[in-house]
């Protein structure tokens, strides 16, 4: 048996928990890393997993300090996605109240409202979802004659 950081009691501990999970899961190919280097060492293991050895070392001392809940990969936002329907009800709201409004002050009023932090690439998202979009008008050129635009406009539409 190779020399390694991973002590008996950590191999015993994953192998534990090993026998509670499925075979699937990001958890249960972690704790079986941290076994397998027990028995192999941690720099053939990281080889023949394509992991980087420091990763198993990593979850090696989060198997020692008893956090295995550290292990499991939580989701970014709980309850699925961050904007909620509510949120985007007051987006529509304060869109109709001010058509002019940016997608820096809807995120400001997200965060005061909400205390919600979002991208300003989230709160154009959101703004387009309740039907908001930029008009904005053809820019003319400046060197244009505009007396020349209205006689080619009346001569066109017949």
Same mark, same amino acid.
């Given at each position: ?9 950590? @191999? ?25 280097? @027990? ?94 979009? @930029? ?6 050129? @400046? ?16």
């Amino acid at each position: 048996m190779p020399k390694t950081i991973i002590s008996e009691n950590t @191999y015993l501990l994953a192998q534990k928990e090993l026998r509670k999970l499925k075979v699937h899961g990001t958890l249960f190919k972690k704790l079986q890393a941290v076994k397998l280097s @027990y028995e192999h060492g941690i720099k053939e293991t990281a080889e023949f997993l394509n992991i980087f050895p420091v990763s198993i070392r990593n979850w090696a001392k989060l198997i020692n300090r008893n956090d295995l809940d550290s292990l499991k990969i939580g989701s970014k936002h709980k309850d699925g996605i961050k904007l909620k329907r509510t949120h985007k009800q007051h987006i529509e709201k304060w869109i109709k109240a001010d058509p002019n409004i940016s997608r820096l002050l809807v995120q400001q009023k997200l965060k005061d409202k909400f205390n919600l932090g979002i991208s300003l690439s989230t709160a154009r998202r959101a703004m387009k979802e309740v039907g908001f979009s @930029y008009i904005t008008p053809r820019k003319n050129h @400046y060197k244009q004659d505009k007396k020349e635009v209205e006689d080619f406009k009346k001569k066109s539409s017949r």
